[in-house]
């Protein structure tokens, strides 16, 4: 075991966890921001920076700091370490710069976007961008590009993070698609469209930080603060079945595997469950899915306060209401 500490508090973790890993163990506003590492993705990590941190101690041996910011999602804990992050300028100032890089040839699609309320982006732009760009280049332009019968790309999108590549060559027999090119002329892509297709290749759409990778059966076709996301499972063959389905009134939009609090699918689905199976009454209902994360989706409060909490078993904690004492 190794004892670090974080913006001053002290934890406890298991030896090789990296930074990011203890940071969220302890949780909250000191958690450094990710948009490339995914933990169920081996390998993934260490492309965005989004993450660096300042390590002022490198280990009880050796009370030396790091001489640059390291990316905290690859770095490996030792005992004794120190590492600022929201308490250190320099990591705040570096944390600016790179989502300044990030938006340098990002379309300001938002008001079109499939994944505006719940893109990391756009919560990482809000926390530590600018209002104005001094880029004055012009920015990459991409046409749409149809991955398969359910997955539409657009690259103009695309922070080049390599989770879905990770995602295909981890949880589908045969990846297609990879990065082409090199440098400034880097993009996701096939050479041929409509070839990503099996059981699995829906999972791309939910581990993208950004809204690169749509589904097409859900595009355009609603906001999603204007729906209400419902935990529900069924028998399933090929997954375990559990998703969160995004209704409106009877109406299901979309269906996508669950996920924590820091965006990070739980347990990946087929696509039988999340494109063919559109009807409630294909699914076991379990209830409101506890929206985790600072997200505008809990806006529209579909978790109702229930008062006889043991009629309505295993509720998340915000949907739970005491009764006033008499």
Request: hydrophobic letters at 35%; proline letters at 2%.
């Given at each position: 075991m190794a004892k670090i500490?974080?913006?001053?508090?002290?934890?406890?973790?298991?030896?090789?966890t990296t930074i990011l890993q203890a940071a969220r163990k302890i949780g909250g506003s000191v958690v450094p921001p990710a948009m490339c590492y995914y933990t169920p993705l081996k390998g993934s990590g260490g492309k965005c920076r989004v993450c660096l941190v300042k390590v002022t101690q490198g280990s009880a041996k050796d009370s030396r700091p790091m001489p640059k910011l390291v990316a905290s999602c690859i770095t490996p804990v030792q005992d004794g370490m120190v590492v600022e992050n929201t308490t250190n300028e320099d990591v705040?100032?570096?944390?600016?710069?790179?989502?300044?890089?990030?938006l340098i040839n990002h379309p300001l699609d938002c008001p079109i976007c499939d994944q505006a309320g719940e893109?990391?982006?756009?919560?990482?732009s809000y926390e530590h961008g600018v209002s104005a760009t001094r880029y004055e280049e012009e920015r990459r332009k991409f046409n749409k590009i149809d991955l398969g019968p359910y997955i539409q790309l657009h690259m103009t999108r695309c922070i080049l993070c390599y989770r879905c590549v990770?995602?295909?060559d981890q949880i589908t027999p045969n990846r297609v698609h990879g990065v082409l090119g090199r440098g400034d002329a880097a993009e996701i892509g096939t050479y041929i469209e409509n070839v990503i297709d099996n059981d699995f290749s829906g999972n791309v759409i939910d581990v993208c930080p950004v809204g690169a990778l749509t589904d097409k059966t859900w595009r355009f076709k609603n906001r999603v603060w204007f729906t209400k996301p419902m935990d529900a499972h069924r028998d399933c063959p090929t997954c375990s079945g559990k998703v969160t389905l995004w209704t409106r009134g009877e109406e299901v939009l979309r269906v996508t595997a669950r996920k924590d609090q820091y965006?990070?699918?739980e347990e990946f689905i087929c696509n039988t469950c999340r494109f063919d199976k559109k009807e409630t009454k294909d699914w076991t209902i379990e209830g409101p899915r506890h929206i985790e994360r600072n997200s505008?989706?809990?806006a529209n409060h579909y978790e109702l306060p229930v008062l006889n909490v043991p009629i309505v078993p295993n509720l998340p904690s915000?949907?739970?209401?005491?009764?006033?004492?008499?």
């Open positions: 500490t974080f913006d001053g508090i002290e934890v406890e973790v298991e030896d090789g705040l100032n570096a944390r600016k710069g790179i989502v300044e890089m990030l893109c990391d982006l756009q919560d990482l990770y995602t295909a965006n990070e699918v505008v989706i809990s915000s949907t739970k209401k005491k009764l006033p004492q008499q």
